[in-house]
């Protein structure tokens, strides 16, 4: 069983709306905002002005739909502090985008000058950390990426904050489509994912809500009811067991049609919400750099996709709170009397 310190309660319960479901607005990209504005331009770096008024017209026009918004502290967060409603929760992006790649996988890091202590100091509510992983990528590549992660995991214990983790396989070498895009990877094997996720529920690894992709190629899946669902939904269940506490799903730049269709299997295994961006404002992002009209379909056809997706949430999702991880009494703050102030450590 899980017992929650008061810090990671709190925290996820600023993550969560009312209901305790997570309907959370990823705000954090850096290569996919970054990337196409610098070909936009012709340049090698896109200019710090656009990525930066792109996040803050995120922020302004989708945080309203959102219950928590995850933000980066290269562009985001400076544009989002004057701007982001205290009534909304607040998760800060730790990895650094600019993974090192090699024959044997790719390394993660630390985005340098930020840490747990930092985002505790601030404000955050969560730190996020995205690590990429294959269990069949070098041993040595893999001990890197654990001790990365049971690295952060220890620091989110040590500051009482909830570690947010989110996994995504990707080509190795040996493999036919190869990208460095953030985006999920073609013909990705089931097993590779739900095995990452097995790996990464330990105990050690102090991960307290996973931000997990399809296990299968997004545009494989059905959705409940269409043809062949319920062969989908065993791998969907397979993936919410392992995992073993409150889980939401990210979009990895899935289309909205395919996203929606996971998130209907992922609510039958017991998801708690969603994590996701592109899958809400790619389509108004590819209007750059015309601002209005963004700003238009952010407000219309980006709004409009976010509440079908929140009362898709509000009907089948499950309360985190709820998880059976905590036990029969659910998610709740321990030892609820005076002893607690006794028991609970400091920094």
């Known amino acids: 069983m899980i017992e929650l310190t008061p810090g990671k309660l709190w925290g996820l319960r600023r993550m969560a709306d009312a209901g305790g479901r997570f309907k959370m607005t990823a705000v954090d990209q850096r290569p996919p905002i970054k990337n196409p ?65 090699t024959e044997a996988g790719r390394l993660s890091s630390e985005i340098d000058n930020w840490s747990v202590e930092k985002i505790k100091r601030m404000g955050g509510d969560a730190v996020k950390v995205l690590a990429w992983y294959r269990p069949d990528a070098g041993e040595a590549v893999n001990r890197h990426q654990q001790d990365f992660v049971k690295r952060i995991g220890e620091a989110c214990s040590r500051y009482d904050i909830p570690f947010v983790f989110e996994l995504l396989v990707y080509p190795l070498a ?20 739900l095995k990452s996720v097995e790996e990464f529920a330990k105990p050690a690894y102090g991960v307290d809500l996973f931000k997990l992709e399809s296990p299968l190629n997004a545009s494989d899946v059905p959705g409940v009811g269409g043809e062949g669902w319920e062969d989908a939904q065993a791998a969907f269940d397979e993936m919410g067991r392992l995992a073993g506490r409150p889980w939401v799903m990210l979009s990895a730049g899935a289309g909205k ?23 809400i404002w790619l389509d108004a992002f590819s209007h750059f750099p015309d601002w209005e009209r963004m700003r238009s379909e952010l407000k219309g056809e980006g709004t409009a996709y976010m509440r079908d997706l929140n009362a898709l949430t509000d009907a089948e999702a499950a309360p985190f709170a709820a998880h059976t991880c905590y036990g029969d009494e659910g998610a709740r703050f321990r030892p609820a009397d005076a002893s607690f102030r006794s028991g609970y450590s400091g920094f």
């Not at 982001?84 to 790649?101: A, C, N, Q, Y």
């Not at 460095?180 to 013909?187: N, T």
């Not at 049609?257 to 899958?279: M, P």
């Open 37 to 101: 504005i610098a070909k936009h331009y012709g340049l090698d770096e896109a200019p710090y002005g656009d990525v930066a008024g792109f996040k803050a017209l995120l922020i302004e026009t989708l945080q309203w739909d959102s219950s928590a918004l995850l933000l980066d502290p290269h562009y985001a967060v400076p544009q989002a502090i004057d701007i982001l409603s205290p009534e909304k929760g607040l998760i800060v992006t730790l990895e650094d985008s600019i993974f090192k790649e």
């Open 257 to 279: 049609g395919a996203f929606r269709n996971i998130l209907t299997h992922a609510y039958r295994a017991g998801a708690s919400g969603y994590l996701a961006g592109r899958a």
């Open 174 to 193: 040996k493999d036919a489509d190869q990208t460095k895009d953030y985006v999920e990877m073609k013909g990705k094997k089931t097993d590779d994912v």
